[in-house]
Structure formats: C-alpha cells, structure tokens
C-alpha cells in the first residue's frame, strides 16, 4: 500500500509517502515560521493561507521524488485534529478532493499519535509496549502504549504546554519566535548556580504538569532584574538558563515516575520540545539508571511533518479504517485517550 500523507495542523506544511514494502519514500516540509516571526506567533488566517498556497506543489514534488503518478496512489491520510481549524480545513478538503478523483480511501488522523509513532520511521524503532512523553508547542502529556490504539493518559498539563511556556519566556526575554531554541541557544551562556526557579507540582504525587506559574515566576525575576538595574546580557542568559533546567527538570522527574509506576523499560519522547539537547542529556542519565532505553524521531520528525502522518495513516487505514465519502473531520480539540484500537 502506498499512502499519502498530508499535514496541515499548524503552521508548517508536510507531505510524505509511505509503502508498506520500501517504508518511507519521500517527504517534503515547508515551514511559516519567517512570515509568522514578524507577529511574534502563528497568525491562523495566514497560517491557512500559506497551507492553501503550498500544499498542491509540495504534493507533486514528493511524488516526482518517488517516482510516483497520482493514480499510483493507494489511499492519502491527513491530519484531521488536533490544531487550527482553518488549516486543517485546508488538508482535509485537499485529500478529499483527491481521495474522490482518483477513487481511493482517505482518513483523517490524530496529529498527536502522528508525534507518539513517529520514532516507528527509524531504523531500530522501539517495540510495544512503552511509555511516551509528547512535549510539544500544544501538548504536554505522558502516555502508557501497548499498541496502535492503546493508549492510556497518564499525566497531561493542566495549563501552558512546555512549548507554550518556552515561547512566551522567548517573547520576555524579547527572542525571536519559535521560543524554544531561541531560549536554549541564550541559556548556553547562562550561569546555573545565579537562579533556582521551582520545578512545578514536583512536590506532590502524580503525572500532571503545570507551567503557567513557572511562566509568571521567570517574568518576575525579569522585573526584578529590571527594577536594580541589573538587566544585562548576560542577566537575561543566566534567566534563560535557570528557566530550561525548571522544565528539563519537571520533564525529567514526571517520566521517572511514569517508569517507576508502569514498570516499563522503553521511554518514547516527541515532539518539538524533544529537540532540546538539555532534555535528551537528563533523560538517557535517568533511563541508563533504570536499564531502560529512550527513543527519539530524527530531528526533522521531532516537529510537524507529514512522514508521521503517513505512517499512522498506513496503519490505520492498513486495519480497515477510513473516512466515510464526503465527509471530512477538522477537529481542533480532539482527546488522544478517545482514539481506539482498530
């Protein structure tokens, strides 16, 4: 089977395609992140704008660099939510328009089990069952897997994603956007013995997370710094640097417990903040503690990408599933913990 995969969810555009014998083909990505740096963040008008202007062309160029015509095609997969509602409309209208043209099934897929099967694309993917911690710009939340469709929320954030929390301590530290390799880039320079931030809801049982007070406390010392004078360069790094250790720290302390609690010895991290090389440092010191292994995407499948898309796309639609005709999904709240197995 040859599927297409199609991701529109935010504000980066990603096609793939994926066979069942030769695996990954091709894939393309076109990122808004320049045209959104100028307002700070993702403006959703134009974010589905771009998605309408970039999409059809990406499409063809994966399928040139497969060697592939429409009609070769077996089925297309999409993101159908969660994310913004209008750029999703424009995947989900795209594989439906094709999907009927060319008379193959679509579906449209969850964005985030994209992120939780994306290490799957590699070349030594981690086996059922494992726990997954998804840390990206939306979603902060650790997950027991035993299988496509098996999944068991175990802790999620109550407020700010850590990607959420990273952008807006980018913005009062005045970084560019995207905030999160702005803000690990600063804290390199930064001294980890000047500030201690606290390590939230750290000091009560359970998998939740919460940010928003980290958030608020890291904008207080940015005042306080301020108001002595005392706002300098270096300052600002030493700032950047105490507030990744707090979430490096309260990522890392959640998934220690997560281990501990399933007994498991596999640790899935994905998404954009899975990227951060402070994070991945801490993470194979607490599995090779445990004799567990820690799996991550390749960092180009760590953000939005339509390789991840496509795979879970496969899967499902391998397992009998498929858009009814017609009728497209764009769901821009959509819990992981109501998918079910195929």
């Known amino acids: ?66 060697g592939l015509a429409r009609n070769e095609l077996d089925a297309i997969a999409y993101t159908a939510g969660p994310g913004l509602v209008g750029a999703l409309m ?14 193959i099934p679509v579906l449209g897929v969850h964005h985030m089990e994209g992120h939780l099967l994306a290490p799957m694309l590699e070349d030594e993917p981690p086996d059922f069952p494992f726990v997954a911690l998804l840390v990206s710009g939306g979603h902060t939340q650790l997950v027991e897997v035993h299988g496509l469709g098996q999944y068991r929320l175990l802790g999620e ?25 702005q803000v690990a880039k600063l804290a390199e320079a930064g001294d980890p013995g000047r500030f201690r931030f606290p390590r939230p809801m750290t000091d009560r049982p359970g998998l939740d997370f919460s940010f928003s007070g980290l ?33 490096v720290d309260t990522l890392v302390i959640k998934c220690r417990r997560a281990l501990d609690a399933t007994g498991l010895k596999r640790l899935v991290v994905s998404g954009g903040v899975s990227a951060n090389v402070r994070l991945r440092e801490r993470l194979e010191v607490e599995c090779d503690k445990r004799n567990a292994r820690a799996y991550y995407p390749r960092g180009r499948f760590c953000t939005d990408n339509g390789a991840m898309i496509a795979y879970v796309g496969t899967q499902r639609l391998m397992a009998g599933e498929h858009d009814e005709p017609g009728i497209m999904k764009a769901v821009p709240r959509w819990p992981m913990d109501s998918l079910g197995k195929p």
């Open 90 to 103: 424009v995947g989900a209208s795209t594989a439906h328009g094709m999907a009927r043209a060319l008379k």
């Open 157 to 181: 954030s109550v407020d700010d994603a850590a990607g959420e929390a990273f952008d807006k301590t980018a913005k009062m530290l005045g970084l560019d956007y995207p905030g999160g390799p």
């Open 1 to 66: 089977m040859r599927v297409l995969g199609i991701e529109t969810s935010c504000d980066e555009t990603g096609v793939a395609l994926f066979d069942t014998e030769r695996g990954l083909v091709a894939d393309a990505l076109y990122s808004q992140i320049a045209m959104h740096a100028e307002y700070g963040g993702v403006v959703p008008e134009l974010a589905s704008r771009d998605h309408t202007r970039r999409l059809l062309p990406l499409i063809q160029q994966v399928l040139d660099e497969a």
């Open 215 to 247: 958030k608020t406390h890291t904008l207080t010392a940015i005042r306080r710094l301020e108001q002595d004078g005392e706002l300098d360069d270096q300052a600002l790094a030493d700032v950047a640097r105490a507030f990744e250790e707090a979430v």
